[in-house]
T-cell receptor, first 109, second 119 residues
Framework: GQNIDQPTEMTATEGAIVQINCTYQ??????LFWYQQHAGEAPTFLSY??LDGLEEKGRFSSFLSRSKGYSYLLLKELQMKDSASYLC??????????WGAGTKLIIKP | GAVVSQHPSWVICKSGTSVKIECRSL??????MFWYRQFPKQSLMLMAT?????????EQGVEKDKFLINHASLTLSTLTVTSAHPEDSSFYIC???????????????FGEGSRLTVL
């Protein structure tokens, strides 16, 4: 079956670095997405990886290892506004997104 | 970037009534739109894929007659919750893929979401 696993909740300190891991098993693979969702709002796109390696975009970076079915989202210089849920999603062979349950990130001063 | 607008943002209705939610792509044409439901502290659950000019494709367990989807134009899809009950109270979100970005990029643009409360 298809499955996305990511931690339910993480806590980090303002100014620090946090890594949110995601493992996936899907029927085929056409890329791995990370979305940010603040409470009560719709998700917003953060990153897309389809090749192995690290993609850096400002304070956020995303990594993919296709052989391991593994990705992580790295957030640097954490700010209070980064408190949100981070959704990992894998695109299967039919170009459908399979969503993880999301990781709630709590930032403490 | 591409913009998807959803309306209304909040709706409260009485049990047994029907509620219509609109999803519009403002600056691109979307042949396909997606409707999700999200309960508190849970992830997005895909309800159906809305295809312009044809019937929607519903996910397993989603009642077609209860959640009516109409994709009459390339910029508008509507979700109607018929005979709403309290258990239908949820956050409903639509999304669309900008085809100019290529089908394989898959970046979805989400509407603002509609919070439905059925009394």
């Amino acid at each position: 079956g298809q499955n996305i696993d990511q931690p339910t909740e993480m806590t980090a300190t303002e100014g620090a670095i946090v890594q949110i891991n995601c493992t996936y098993q899907t029927s085929g693979f056409n890329g791995l997405f990370w979305y940010q969702q603040h409470a009560g709002e719709a998700p917003t796109f953060l990153s897309y990886n389809v090749l192995d390696g690290l993609e850096e975009k400002g304070r956020f970076s995303s990594f993919l290892s296709r052989s391991k079915g593994y990705s992580y989202l790295l957030l640097k210089e954490l700010q209070m506004k980064d408190s949100a849920s981070y959704l990992c999603a894998s695109m299967d062979s039919n170009y459908q997104l399979i969503w993880g349950a999301g990781t709630k990130l709590i930032i403490k001063p | 970037g591409a913009v998807v607008s959803q309306h209304p943002s909040w709706v409260i209705c009485k049990s047994g009534t029907s509620v219509k939610i609109e999803c519009r792509s403002l600056d691109f044409q979307a042949t396909t739109m997606f409707w999700y439901r999200q309960f508190p502290k849970q992830s997005l659950m895909l309800m159906a894929t809305s295809n312009e000019g044809s019937k929607a494709t519903y996910e397993q367990g989603v009642e077609k007659d209860k959640f009516l989807i109409n994709h009459a134009s390339l910029t508008l899809s509507t979700l109607t919750v018929t005979s709403a009950h309290p258990e239908d109270s949820s956050f409903y979100i639509c999304s669309a893929r900008d085809p100019s970005g290529g089908a394989d990029t898959g970046e979805l643009f989400f509407g603002e979401g509609s919070r439905l409360t059925v009394l």
